[in-house]
Every structure is written in C-alpha cells, then in structure tokens.
C-alpha cells in the first residue's frame, strides 16, 4: 500500500525557536493533512490542505502541498510548551473515488526543552 | 471533548479471547472510520462504514470485523487475540469533507 514518509522522526528544540517537518511520498495525494496527538488522546486536525502549492496557515502553523502533489511540509515558528507532542502528516490518495481511509506518516515528535 | 465517544478506555484481555470495542460517532455523521496505533507500524486504516454499510477496507485482519448500527453507532470485533494485537484503536467519524473528519479518545487494548 502507500506510504508517506515523515521526517524527522524526533525534535530536541528549545523553546521560542521554530520548528520544521515534512512528509514524502512515492504516489500522488490529492489532499495533505497535518494532526497533533497529545498523550491519551487522538489525533487533531490541524492544517488541511486540498491544493498542489497551497500555502495554509493557522496561528503560528503554516503548511505547504507540494506542487508534485507528493510532498508537504509543516512549520511551527516561535515553539511553546504546550507545542510537545507528536505531529503527523496524513492524505488521501489520488483517485476518482474510493476508499476514505487516511494513510499517516510515522509522526514527528517534538520535545522542548527548558 | 472531539464529539466522539469509545468504550471502553482500557482492555487487559489473555490470548485467545474476543472483545468489542464501541464507537458513538459525533451527532450527524454517518461515516465511522476505524484505526490501530501501534509503536511500530503507526496509524493505520481498518474499515470504514457509511449510513450501515461497510464503504472501504484498509489492513483489517480476518479475526477482526466490524459493524455499523441503525443509530449510527459502530462495533469492531477482535476475536482470537494475540500479542500483537496490542495497540490503541481509535475511531473517527465524519459528515461531509475531511475538515470534520474527527477522532475519538481510543480504546487501549492489553494483550497479555
């Protein structure tokens, strides 16, 4: 099946500092998803994204569709510390129809330190 | 609180056995969606129901099924449970769009 590759596994950052994640894929996706996990809870959406070059913002969250619809970024400027947790990148495949099933990259998680 | 309750929280089951998980979807949305969460394959899609019927499969083993009821509510099924099946599974629901696409707190699975 498809695959979204997420980079980096883990941050180390301190606080104030901006922050930077991508996904990857081999295939095509016709729309980008960024989550947040926090611990005991599910995902929440953050960013969606539905547009190859779409540049999206919420708050200090900006979030890029790559124009070969393979790629996408997430940016978190000025980091803070409820911003720990666990971010995942997320899509829905190209395609007429189908399956509504997300495929998630592996997640990126972000830890501040004092 | 996302709109989308599961029960239970936690589950400590032994081999061999078979639970059921339950999902009340967020009021208005007909589609459930089920997820496994484990440390090393990630999130991963299991089965999606819309209005009652079963919409899309993703990596759902043969031990496990699922349903969709009447009031919308929705039950997946783990029989013959092995170690590996320890996991957190989530459910989602949604109406139309991806925006609403939303996850519930999820059911922690112990298999012992």
């Known amino acids: 099946g498809q695959q979204l590759n997420q980079s980096p596994q883990s941050m180390f950052i301190q606080e104030g500092e901006d922050v930077s994640m991508n996904c990857t894929s081999s295939s095509i996706f016709n729309t980008w998803l960024w989550y947040k996990q926090d611990p005991g809870e599910g995902p929440v959406l953050l960013i969606a994204l539905y547009k190859a070059g779409e540049l999206t913002s919420n708050g200090r969250l900006t979030a890029q569709f790559g124009i070969t619809r393979k790629d996408s970024f997430l940016n978190i400027s000025a980091s803070i510390p409820s911003d720990v947790g666990i971010y995942f990148c997320?899509?829905?495949?190209?395609?007429?129809?189908?399956?509504?099933?997300?495929?998630f990259g592996k997640g990126t998680h972000l830890i501040i330190q004092p | 609180d996302s709109g989308v309750t599961q029960t239970p929280k936690h589950l400590i089951t032994a081999t061999g056995q078979r639970v059921t998980l339950r999902c009340s979807p967020r009021s208005g949305d007909l589609s459930v969606y089920w997820y496994q969460q484990s440390l090393d394959q990630g999130l991963q899609f299991l089965i999606q129901y819309y209005n009652g019927e079963e919409r899309a499969k993703g990596n759902i083993l043969e031990r496990f099924s699922a349903q969709q009821f009447p009031d919308l509510h929705s039950e997946l099924n783990l029989s013959s449970l092995e170690l590996g099946d320890s996991a957190l599974y989530f459910c989602a629901s949604s109406g139309t769009g991806v925006d609403g696409y939303t996850f519930g707190s999820g059911t922690r699975l112990t298999v012992v």
């Open positions: 997320a899509g829905l495949p190209y395609s007429g129809g189908g399956a509504d099933g997300l495929t």
